[in-house]
């Protein structure tokens, strides 16, 4: 199993994976990988489908965070009397968090 130092932490890192174990940070031939693959589907090293699963979940946390985003603020502008509208706008402002920071994550690893 090839392995290369860490860009980040200097840990030995093997090629086929996309981030490093133990700081979490990008590995180059992961981005050089997911580069080359990105519009086919072969997945025939480990490396691609993780960096792929990585992405997919990236993709499902944006979609419920827009959909949080969406309920909260219907919340906030159908809430009927008494239904306490700071529920509404916990949802909107945890939705916008969720989808900035799912934003930041993707753009991390993309990047
Ligand atoms: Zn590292």
Known sequence: MPLTKC????HDVSTRVSACPACGGPMDNASSVQASNSAG????DGSY???????KSLKLQQVAAILLL??????????PEGNSPAIGGLCTLGGLV???GVRIATWWRHG
């Open 70 to 79: 969406i309920f909260g603020l219907s919340m906030v502008f159908t809430s």
């Open 7 to 10: 860009d980040d932490c200097g």
């Open 49 to 55: 489908v993780t960096t792929q699963m990585t992405a």
């Open 41 to 44: 589907n072969k997945g025939k």
């Open 98 to 100: 969720w989808l900035i």
